[in-house]
């Protein structure tokens, strides 16, 4: 079965970092984009991140270019989204997804991933 795990998210303070991760099981991680997606209440999922399945592609929201890296580890079967220099507008429920020989293009889109994770929790303290 296949599944994606999302963990990492949290509490922080403006400027400070989080480290994401996307554990992937149920299949082989080499044959698969991902991307990180967020959501809050409200409002539409929007694209933040992706990779290609062959990692040599990668891109960004503009909001988060510079600030936000990914990065995937086939050997652990997992994905990684390092946010440096969070701002409160940061603040959503984070999603990674799937998709089979997702190429990452530069204007990401949430229908090419066929696959979904339960979302982890990015909040900002006052």
């Known amino acids: 079965q296949l599944q994606l795990v999302e963990s990492g998210g949290g509490l922080v303070q403006p400027g400070e970092s989080l480290r994401l991760s996307c554990a992937i099981s149920?299949?082989?991680?080499?044959?698969?984009?991902i991307g990180w997606f967020r959501q809050t209440p409200g409002k539409e999922r929007e694209a933040v991140s992706c990779?290609?399945?062959?990692?040599?592609?990668?891109n960004y929201a503009e909001s988060v270019k510079g600030r936000f890296t990914i990065s995937r580890d086939n050997a652990k079967n997992t994905v990684y989204l390092q946010m440096n220099s969070l701002r409160p507008e940061d603040t959503a429920a984070y999603y990674c997804?799937?998709?089979?020989?997702?190429?990452?293009?530069?204007?990401?889109?949430?229908?090419?991933?066929?696959?979904w994770g339960q979302g982890t929790q990015v909040t900002f303290s006052s």
């Open positions: 149920g299949f082989t991680l080499d044959y698969y984009g």
């Open positions: 990779i290609s399945s062959s990692g040599g592609s990668t």
């Open positions: 997804a799937a998709e089979y020989l997702g190429g990452c293009p530069r204007r990401i889109q949430l229908q090419p991933f066929d696959y």
